[in-house]
T-cell receptor, first 117, second 116 residues
């Protein structure tokens, strides 16, 4: 069983809707990640939080807004999405995100399959 | 240039046979880590095995082993005694130590089907 929990598993939204994706981990990890993945492609990094501070934003459009309320929780707020934003959104966590930690394993959730109509 | 190359977009193996999934990488950093992940159709990305650049022995985890050939810059995944549940996408990934690049670099993946 995955120790990273994502909700909801599936989400259908219109282009004018506002919705949120949620991610939770209880492994004591201090780094959390959002990835976007299109079918049959590798995941693309969107955001990294390290010790609850945004560490990396991969030039993601502002219609995606991440939030890390505490070390266990990660949210992704969605607003005015486009059909091309339809994808699998994966949350992941790792012990840390720091220089030298090249051996850090990422633990992923099951993802949220998002469809934008 | 691709930093991680997986040359097999798709392949099939007979149940109970062994299969090798290829991965070559490109880096000038002496310190790096190599990872294999499995992604079944359910979507979850499952960590399988890790090899560090300084590790003297090939990594093994149950039925998974990593054939690490540093001079050739290859890190092939070997699955022994394939099972139907091994049908999935398999991604090879690397993280380097140098500079500000702490991100995982992913290959394009190999889709594995296991035939009964």
């Amino acid at each position: 069983d995955t120790e990273v929990t994502q909700t909801p598993k599936h989400l259908v939204m219109g282009m004018t809707n506002k919705k949120s994706l949620k991610c939770e981990q209880h492994m004591g990890h201090r780094a959390m990640y959002w990835y976007k993945q299109k079918a049959k492609k590798p995941p693309e990094l969107m955001f990294v939080y390290s010790y609850e501070k945004l560490s990396i934003n991969e030039s993601v459009p502002s219609r995606f807004s991440p939030e890390c309320p505490n070390s266990s929780l990660l949210n992704l707020h969605l607003h005015a999405l486009q059909p091309e934003d339809s994808a699998l959104y994966l949350c992941a966590s790792s012990q840390e995100f720091r220089q030298g930690a090249y051996n850090e394993k990422l633990f992923f959730g099951s993802g949220t399959q998002l469809s934008v109509l | 240039a691709q930093k991680i190359t997986q040359t097999q977009p798709g392949m099939f193996v007979q149940e109970k046979e062994a299969v090798t999934l290829d991965c070559t990488y490109d880096t000038s950093d002496p310190s790096y880590g190599l990872f294999w992940y499995k992604q079944p159709s359910s979507g979850e990305m499952i960590f399988l095995i890790y090899q560090g650049s300084y590790d003297q022995q090939n990594a093994t985890e149950g039925r998974y082993s990593l054939n690490f050939q540093k001079a050739r810059k290859s890190a092939n995944l070997v699955i022994s005694a394939s099972q139907l549940g091994d049908s999935a996408m398999y991604f090879c990934a690397m993280r380097e130590n140098a500079g500000n690049n702490r991100k995982l670099i992913w290959g394009l993946g190999t889709s594995l089907g296991v035939n009964p």
